[in-house]
């Protein structure tokens, strides 16, 4: 990884530096022959536009004289440049058309004759539309040949060389630096994951800055709480399940061995107690059945259109036997007749029974529990409010927790399994539903079951 981190960085830097070489040397070769042959080193470039343009525009050479005597042109030039190269080497200046003919003079002197051939041969040609229309000569300047650009061209291309080799060391420096401090937070993580693979599941890695990497530690460090919180719930509820089965196990074989040795008779009351421990171990290992179905997303559903109303109705009338035995009265009212939701009416039934029994084993005697059904906005919600002590605050979401009990001094007999709340939230959001809970205002625990409305008749 670090190596071609390393390579990457090498490439992008030669492949910068080699471009920008090639397009320096490309513009100093046309920059260097605009000075030399264009008039550039004697300050004429751009006396060469205008006569191109004069050319350009009335296609012959009339009046161009002006060109070179006229006001910051010809000895006006030297008159305004006193310290530059022409100034210094009094420079005449010819022009020539193209079959060599002198047109113009810059000192206004006789312009009649023609060019001398050797002059042509240092002149500047005046180029229009790719064809040569006439020439510079300025005499008393310094004098080129073809072959002085290519000697300068050569020592301006060693010195970029060299330039381009000085830029590629510090190139590969700032690579390998770079790459160190980019692989430095990498392989920490890496050493942090393969601490956590190894079961390490306190491992956690510093995070610096906000940037992708900081992102990542950040998730990891995620990943890894997450990890170690669903191990601590692991084994918890291991424990706990242990701990469940472990009572009436030791009942059922308390009993059966009284039997064996005939401490007790098998009459109808001692194999009904048998039967009744039986059917606790039962119901706690369906319970843990429909929690590690939910879990594991394999939990199936029937889903129907379904009034709720007429369900919380008939699952309310199932328990006012049980709660007129401790003067318990059970208030069902609904506000709304449009309250059809699409879930499985079996699964709901079952968080309504496990809503009510928690909210009769918190509820004093002789007093009552109260279901009211409603809409709000898009949602049917179901409210089972109690009138016993309430909920603490440290408790008010642990209850949901499996084998939690806020009232821990309550037995497994007296205060269930510890799995009812637990499996009523998860059977109501495998269905897109939510169940929350809190004290109300007058006093007691209030929870809040809800489902998207379908108002769908059946």
């Not at 470039?45 to 010809?74: C, R």
């Not at 610096?208 to 669903?230: R, Y």
């Amino acid at each position: 990884m670090r190596w071609r981190l390393f390579i990457s960085f090498i490439l992008v830097a030669l492949v910068s530096i080699l471009s920008l070489l090639i397009l320096i040397r490309q513009g100093a070769i046309q920059e260097v022959r605009t000075y030399m042959f264009r008039g550039g080193m004697v300050g004429l470039e751009d006396i060469v536009k205008s006569l191109e343009l004069h050319y350009q525009v009335n296609q012959s050479w009339s009046d161009a004289q002006y060109l070179l005597t006229g006001p910051g042109q010809g000895q006006g030039l030297r008159r305004g440049n006193p310290s530059g190269m022409g100034g210094m080497m009094s420079q005449r200046l010819l022009l020539v058309d193209d079959q060599g003919n002198i047109i113009a003079n810059s000192q206004g002197a006789d312009i009649s004759g023609r060019a001398d051939p050797s002059d042509l041969e240092q002149a500047i040609p005046l180029e229009v539309e790719n064809s040569t229309v006439g020439y510079l000569i300025n005499e008393g300047g310094m004098v080129f040949t073809r072959g002085d650009d290519a000697e300068l061209l050569s020592r301006l291309t060693k010195s970029a060389y060299i330039a381009t080799g000085v830029a590629i060391v510090f190139a590969l420096l700032l690579a390998l630096l770079f790459s160190s401090r980019l692989l430095k937070p990498v392989r920490a993580l890496t050493a942090a994951a393969e601490d956590l693979s190894g079961g390490d599941l306190t491992r956690r890695v510093s995070i610096k800055g906000d940037d992708e990497l900081a992102v990542l530690g950040q998730t990891f460090n995620e990943m890894a709480t997450s990890l170690e919180n669903a191990e601590q719930t692991r084994q918890a509820m291991t424990a706990d399940i242990a701990h469940e089965l472990r009572t009436p196990l030791a009942v059922q074989r308390a009993q059966l061995e009284a039997l064996q040795d005939g401490v007790y008779s098998p009459t109808d009351e001692n194999i009904s107690a048998l039967l009744e421990q039986n059917l606790l171990l039962t119901r706690l290992v369906a319970d843990l059945r429909t929690l590690a179905m939910a879990d594991a997303g394999q939990l199936q559903l029937e889903k129907t259109p379904t009034d709720f109303g007429k369900l919380t109705a008939r699952v309310s009338e199932q328990f006012k036997p049980q709660a007129a035995e401790s003067g318990v009265e059970i208030q069902f009212s609904q506000q709304s007749d449009c309250l059809y939701i699409n879930v499985d009416p079996g699964r709901v039934e079952q968080i309504i029974g496990n809503l009510i029994s928690n909210a009769l084993r918190y509820t004093p005697e002789h007093s009552w529990v109260k279901l009211n059904l409603n809409c709000v906005e898009e949602l049917a919600v179901l409210t089972v409010r109690d009138n016993g002590p309430g909920i603490p605050e440290e408790d008010r979401e642990k209850i949901f927790e499996r084998f939690y009990r806020a009232d821990h001094s309550r037995s497994r007999a007296a205060g269930g399994s510890g799995l009812g709340l637990a499996i009523a939230r998860q059977l109501a959001e495998a269905q897109d539903g939510h169940l929350t809970v809190k004290n109300h205002p007058e006093g007691g625990a209030e929870f809040q079951l809800s489902f998207p409305r379908n108002d769908i008749s059946e």
